[in-house]
């Protein structure tokens, strides 16, 4: 038997046991997730969230997490950095299931339930 074609799965397994929510707090998402242990996520709060296709990516502007390269060039509201993880998710899709071959995590029948793929920009150095 052929092992399934896919990528990154342990890893989009705890963004999808997560996927369900909207902007929230990282204690929050701990509480639904069962992909992580410990408390290590719940004094971080992320209070802005950029949608590109079905990545979703949560961010803070302030606080202890706040990005490091906040600059918005367009004026959009979004920081250029915010913009670029989501470029970089787009491409790291498209290399590894159109030019790989593999198979998009959203596209497997264990995630059918889930609808996007949370990233979460956290600064674990600064706890």
Same mark, same amino acid.
Request: glycine share 4%; charged share 20%.
């Given at each position: ?20 929510? @909207?902007? !929230? ?10 992909? %992580?242990?410990? &408390? +290590?996520?719940?004094?971080? #709060? ?17 606080? @202890?997490? !706040? ?10 509201? %979004?920081?250029? &950095? +915010?913009?670029?993880?989501? #470029? ?40």
């Amino acid at each position: 038997m052929q092992p399934v074609k896919s990528w990154a799965t342990s890893i989009a397994a705890c963004w999808l046991a997560m996927s369900c929510l @909207p902007s !929230a707090s990282a204690e929050e998402m701990v509480q639904v997730s069962r992909c %992580v242990k410990g &408390s +290590i996520l719940l004094k971080h #709060v992320l209070e802005k969230e950029y949608v590109e296709d079905e990545f979703h990516i949560f961010y803070s502007l302030q606080g @202890p997490d !706040a990005l490091k390269f906040q600059y918005d060039s367009s004026g959009s509201g %979004v920081p250029d &950095s +915010i913009k670029d993880i989501a #470029v970089q998710l787009q491409a790291a899709k498209y290399l590894y299931s159109t030019v790989l071959g593999l198979r998009f995590p959203l596209q497997q029948k264990i995630y059918a339930q889930a609808r996007q793929i949370p990233h979460l920009c956290v600064d674990f150095a600064k706890r």
